[in-house]
């Protein structure tokens, strides 16, 4: 806790007991945040951390003099910058918003307006204030757009917002913040949505754009990692009450309170598989698939593809990761071994048995050993079923013993207790409907269960506690999993194998001991890079390393390595023949055309 | 305090337009019990009599009891339109649900067949109906439920089309469920309130419709009568202000339009 000494000048952004209000329909009010206060100095960045519904959104959007529908401010005052936020009238607020406060939106791509180009948007906030004439806004927003490391600074403007990246989109959205060059920044989860390798490009960027600027800035986050390289100082909030307030170093290294402890403890990376699978015939042999859309071309390929001739045995009892950005393939390839996706080319065997490319036309006893869990628990509970319902129902399907204690067996399985069995999925918890949904899957009795990002949407600590239940359904029912993820933590603490997939391509297939040495495919060592350390100088190490890059991108090569545009050690064979696959002294096999000496 | 708080919410919503529906269903079947005369009986000496105590909305042109043969056309009218409105709803929502999952063929035939169904004005079909097969009251069911089968087809698919894409759905089909299970297990259960005011609703076109060809004399027939037929017989004592044509009139109205505003009222709620 640091005290301001007496000289110092009075905080930017003051809060005091600030209370939130909000109801349902026409249920009655409950609070969502209570007695909050803290205090922000001039130049200082705040973070608020919390799960969802901790109420760090609402605290964020109160400060801009805004309450969400059904919402209201019920207490407290809110001093920004010497304005008293709770009494202003309409016109002052308008003024205040765009000149005083901004804020940058977690999810970019849907804050623009589809069908204005980017630069009209950018310089909007200006003009409407009446800042500065148009030719000024301009060339302001052309020197953001610099400082924001975006390619072609001069032209990106004419985009609109479907011809540019997530990451682009969201650096554009803090150059439309920062043009009226307000005192107070307030940034919500504001790379959440991106993956690693963008995330840290939009972080660097920030980064800069801060020192440069000069703003005082409020950052609302759930990702530790992230409070380490952005704040000074950070509020961390549970259920509306702020549970503990201190530096940055402080909370993430010598937390006071339980909840903090148990946050940091479930960011830590740690390893939860202890015991490897013991070497076994492959339970799926995934050969040379091959996925695409948009019609065959003479040689009897897809014209686009999304999956190019990916193999992948999973062993009996073992945890196979597969890891990637957005777009690589990898929920394609779960959707295909599913049999809900078609692929033109290969073939799998599961159990011995060839698996067919249609759901409808695999042998029951396939379907039940082979189990997928979505991402969305939300989508996959139906919500007019109880939850004793939706398991009787796989059970009777199946023809397993389906009486009450059945079903509370396998609540008891997911660590679930059994007075949720009546219950409806909207009367549960995210963590409690995901743990349901393995549930529903396990139920089946599966031999190998496909998890398609199956913590993505849930907090740290739930998602710390759905992996660690993973490992220990392993143990006890000896399972196989395929775990599809974007996050290299929760792949490393609970996989064997691991395959990176890049557009389409398994680009490295290793152990997971073997990811910890090197070599690497350059992707590979890019995704290890990127993800985000608990240290606070790491982003300024790898911003000294490196300076600010601009992203390398252009289109990959018909035939060659399709990480080629990207790569930093890419040579003239890149663009022209497929890499090669060759294996590492460390068990990996890596498909690119460097040796294992260049890459190491 | 979670289950409290849906309940709490959910029962004012559908108490008005269920109780409405409730209390014409008990007059319809209750009716012709507690009326005062037989319906085809003359009982009075003066025709288009106002309203007295002897009887209660006076005497119509042939000097029957009015309230009686009001009991008992409405009690038709309600019935008829009733049954022909659960066959529609049930074949059709059936229909759009399966049309919604199956889709390709299936979806292209069903719909190409139901606009073409639909196309057809509702009284047009009705009349070419009566005029094919004779005006009885199997023909009059039969003819408003295949009227009023594309429109509820139309909505239901529409709101399976969002469940369908739902992953329970397709968890379900990987489990190798039947089609007869996952539409009425899986998608109806998500639908029950919006496809219970669309019944709501083509039950009151389905009265309108029956009226309407009563009122034409093409539909219930003698000794039979329904409210359309007893307005259109009663229509000479329109010039003498009696009660025998403007009461069988009113209770059209206020049996459609009293639905229809009960139904918006829960729609606006919502």
Known sequence: ?600 | MMLSRPLHRLLPLRQTPVLLALFWLLLAVTGPLIAPCPPGEVVSSTVFAPISSTHLLGTDYLGRDVLSRLLFGTSSTVLLCAVATVMACSAGTFLGIMAALKQGLTDTLLSRFMDGVISIPSLLSGLVAVATFGSSVPVLVLAMACIYMPGSYRTSRMLALSIVRKDFILSARMRGEKTGYLVLREILPNMTGPVLADVGLRFIYAVRLLSNLSFLGVGLQPPQTDLGSLTRENLLGLVYGAPAVIAPALTIAILTVGLNLALDGKGQRQ
């Open chain 1, 1 to 600: 806790m640091s005290l301001l000494p007496p000289t110092a000048p009075p905080p930017l952004i003051s809060v005091q007991n600030l209370s939130l209000t909000g109801h349902r329909g026409r249920g009655p009010e409950t609070p969502i945040v209570t007695n909050v206060s803290f205090n922000v100095a001039e130049g200082e960045m705040l973070a608020l951390i919390g799960e969802s519904g901790s109420g760090k959104t609402s605290i964020a959007l109160a400060l801009t003099g805004y309450a969400r529908q059904g919402c209201r401010i019920s207490g407290g005052t809110l001093r920004v910058a010497g304005h008293d936020v709770l009494h202003m009238n309409a016109r002052e607020l308008h003024a205040f918003r765009g000149m005083t406060i901004a804020y940058i939106a977690q999810n970019a791509g849907a804050a623009f307006n589809p069908a204005l180009p980017l630069m009209e948007q950018v310089i909007e906030p200006a003009l409407v204030h009446h800042i500065m004439p148009r030719k000024e806004a301009v060339e302001q927003a052309i020197a953001l757009f610099e400082l924001m490391a975006l390619p072609s600074p001069h032209t990106i403007g004419a985009r609109y917002p479907h011809e540019c990246s997530g990451g682009q989109l969201q650096r554009i959205m803090a150059a439309m913040a920062l043009i009226t060059e307000p005192e107070v920044v307030i940034f919500d989860e504001p790379t959440t949505a991106l993956d690693v390798t963008t995330q840290i490009e939009v972080l660097e960027a920030f980064r800069l754009a801060m020192r440069q600027c000069g703003f005082t800035g409020v950052y609302v986050t759930h990702d530790l990692a992230i409070v380490a390289q952005m704040a000074d100082r950070a509020v961390v909030l549970k259920n509306g009450t702020v549970q503990e307030e201190g530096s940055t170093g402080q909370i993430l290294t010598a937390p006071t309170q339980p909840y903090t402890q148990a946050l940091v403890a479930a960011s830590e990376p740690h390893t939860r598989n202890h015991d490897p699978a013991p070497a076994s015939a492959p339970l799926l042999d995934v050969r040379d698939i091959l996925v695409g859309y948009g019609g065959t071309t003479p040689e009897g390929r897809p014209v686009h593809t999304i999956l190019n001739q990916v193999s992948l045995p999973v062993l009996a009892g073992e945890t196979m990761g597969i890891i990637g950005e957005s777009g690589c393939g990898k929920s394609t390839l779960i959707r295909a071994i599913a049999g809900i996706q078609p692929w033109s080319a290969g073939s799998m065997m599961f159990e011995g048995q060839p698996l067919a490319a249609d759901i409808n036309l695999r042998s029951p006893q396939q379907r039940q050993h082979l189990q997928l869990v979505a991402q969305n628990a939300d989508l996959v509970l139906n919500p007019a079923m109880t939850v004793q319902a939706t398991l009787r129902r796989v059970l009777t399907f199946y023809g397993e013993d389906a009486s009450d204690n059945a079903i509370r067996h396998i609540l008891d399985m997911v660590r679930l207790p059994a007075a949720l069995a009546s219950r409806l999925p909207t009367q549960l918890s995210g963590g409690q409907k995901q743990r349901v949904n393995l549930a529903r899957a396990l139920a089946a009795r599966p031999r190998l269960v496909l998890c398609d990002e199956i913590t993505a949407a849930l907090d740290t600590v739930v998602a710390a506690a759905i992996l660690d239940l993973m490992m220990e359904l392993k143990r006890e029912l000896s399972l196989s999993w395929l775990f599809v993820t974007h996050d290299l933590h929760a792949l490393r603490s609970v996989c064997d194998h691991v395959a990176v997939l890049y557009a389409g391509h398994c680009v490295e297939f290793s152990t997971i001991t073997a990811l910890q040495t090197a070599p690497h495919h350059p992707y590979a060592r890019k995704l290890e890079a990127s993800v985000p350390e608990m240290r606070p100088d790491w982003l300024d190490n790898i911003l000294r390393q490196h300076g600010l890059k601009q992203d390398k991108s252009g289109p990959a090569p018909a035939s060659g390595c399709s990480y080629m545009p990207r790569c930093p050690v890419a040579a003239a064979t890149c663009a022209l023949t497929p890499p090669p696959v060759w294996q590492a002294p460390s068990g990996a096999f890596i498909a690119c055309h460097r040796t294992a000496q260049e890459l190491s």
